[in-house]
């Protein structure tokens, strides 16, 4: 199969949907196409008890409030599957699945981008593959001879097939903390974190991170002095269940060990720690390498762009990855606003070709 569009919108989740929405409303020729055999994106292979930061109303797509979720203030990931296939539906979105793009090619005047189900050709392109696809495990000595089991978040389901069990959980973010909450009732519970933990104050949610991330980006873009963002509030939302946790003091972090051995973990003064599980709760890298063929990528595995477009390559855009290619970007909330900027762009640039 062969197809021309003006936009080719690689990946169906909350990004490539926000990209889609502006797209139509510009009345752009598009197709998102959508690695995922159901609507849902990542939220679709998330642990169990995994809650948004934010109130349904705040962590809303362009166009669309979610609805809230019956009997909970921040709803968990279920309740963003449906609402992400509602929103879908609702906006008519022309997402093709399962379609797999295995790479994004420069073709004269157009960008060749070639999958598992065809080849399309496209004036532009928004990559909006995001993060979980790539999970980052650390390198640590010893990794290779420990005995028992070694899982990333993204095979993290829930604590039922740990009980007492002995687990180290490895990771001083959001991950990390709400996996170790999920974990210290019923689990023989190791928490470590390469830093003391930092939990933001209990009424600090998804939308003041947004607020600072944009407030950041804000000041670094006219030339003042950096406010820190994010970063400068703490690492830790603390949703209910982590709340709960650290309150009944059961979610208390070690720092971080030397090396592993078959039977555990040792830290630098000779302390031991058998393990049954270490879960590493140690974020992710962006899926870029459908776009390797552009020969792109810059310093920490990146591709240097101005707002969403990649600066060497004025045809594509990057949307969804992180606070480099937007403040927020990575979250329901603060995709909406750099998927309009990218999406007007891409506009003006067809025009200016026509």
């Not at 609702?90 to 999958?115: I, K, M, Q, T």
């Amino acid at each position: 199969m062969s197809a021309a569009v003006d936009v080719v919108v690689i990946g169906g989740g909350q990004s490539g949907l926000a990209a889609g929405y502006h797209l139509r409303r510009l009345g752009l020729d598009f197709v998102v196409l959508d690695a995922q055999p159901t609507p849902g994106g990542a939220w679709r292979h998330a642990w169990d008890s995994l809650h948004l930061f934010s109130p349904a109303a705040y962590s809303s797509l362009p166009g669309r409030l979610m609805p809230p979720q019956p009997g909970r203030t921040y709803p968990d990931a279920g309740h963003v599957v449906g609402y992400l296939d509602d929103y879908e539906k609702r906006y008519e979105l022309p997402v093709e699945r399962p379609v797999a793009v295995r790479s994004v090619r420069r073709d004269g005047p157009v960008l060749r981008v070639e999958s598992d189900s065809g080849v399309w050709h496209a004036r532009t392109v928004i990559s909006a593959t995001g993060t979980w696809w790539r999970p980052f495990l650390p390198a640590v000595t010893g990794a290779d001879r420990f005995a028992g089991r070694r899982l990333h978040t993204v095979a993290y389901r829930g604590p039922a097939e740990f009980t007492g069990r002995r687990v180290i959980v490895v990771g001083g973010g959001n991950s990390g903390a709400q996996i170790a909450a999920d974990l210290a009732y019923d689990t023989d519970l190791t928490w470590v974190t390469r830093r003391e933990p930092r939990f933001l104050a209990d009424d600090i949610d998804g939308r003041a991170l947004f607020d600072a991330a944009t407030a950041r980006r804000r000041a670094l873009d006219t030339g003042s002095a950096d406010t820190g963002g994010v970063a400068s509030l703490g690492d830790i939302v603390a949703v209910p269940p982590v709340r709960e946790a650290r309150d009944a003091g059961v979610l208390k972090a070690a720092p971080m060990f030397a090396r592993l051995t078959p039977a555990g973990v040792v830290w630098a003064d000779g302390t031991t720690a058998e393990a049954d599980a270490i879960i590493w709760c140690t974020g992710f890298r962006p899926a870029l390498s459908h776009l390797a063929p552009l020969g792109l990528r810059g310093p920490r595995g990146h591709i240097p762009t101005t707002g969403t477009r990649a600066t060497a390559e004025p045809r594509l855009h990057l949307l969804g990855y992180g606070d480099w290619t937007g403040p927020a970007s990575a979250t329901l909330i603060g995709v909406g606003r750099p998927a309009r900027d990218a999406a007007r762009e891409i506009a003006a640039l067809l025009k200016g070709r026509s």
